[in-house]
């Protein structure tokens, strides 16, 4: 089993920046693939950004590709996510996900372990 819990999550005005954490327990990271995903009012979780712990590869959607990078701290076991320039439409539940394999994964579904959310609201 492992165990996500995120923070970092807040209410900002558009064009700020907020960085995400999930720091995970329970078991070395090591073969695992981590993810954020975020969740508006009425709509599908979806796909922000992913990193395989091993090697460092990553993976953002288009919605966020360039204002966001996300990151790994082997030490500390966490994965950030840090997020520039931020919209109102940024505005949804930001969730990271634990996959148990070494490769990125795009779909929720996918993914193996889930952590409980962290709010982040951008004012226009």
């Known amino acids: 089993q492992v165990q996500l819990v995120e923070s970092g999550g807040g209410l900002v005005q558009a064009g700020g920046s907020l960085r995400l954490s999930c720091t995970a327990s329970?078991?070395?990271?090591?073969?695992?693939?981590m993810g954020w995903f975020r969740q508006a009012p009425g709509k599908e979780r979806e796909f922000v950004a992913a990193?395989?712990?091993?090697?460092?590869?990553?993976a953002y959607a288009d919605s966020v590709k360039g204002r966001s990078t996300i990151s790994r701290d082997n030490a500390k076991n966490t994965v950030s996510l840090q997020m520039n320039s931020l919209k109102p439409e940024d505005t949804a539940v930001y969730y990271c996900?634990?996959?148990?394999?070494?490769?990125?994964?795009?779909?929720?579904?996918?993914?193996?372990?889930w952590g409980q959310g962290t709010q982040v609201t951008v004012s226009s």
């Open positions: 990193i395989m712990w091993v090697g460092g590869s990553t």
């Open positions: 996900a634990a996959k148990q394999r070494a490769r990125i994964y795009y779909g929720f579904y996918e993914y193996d372990y």
């Open positions: 329970g078991r070395t990271l090591s073969s695992y693939t």
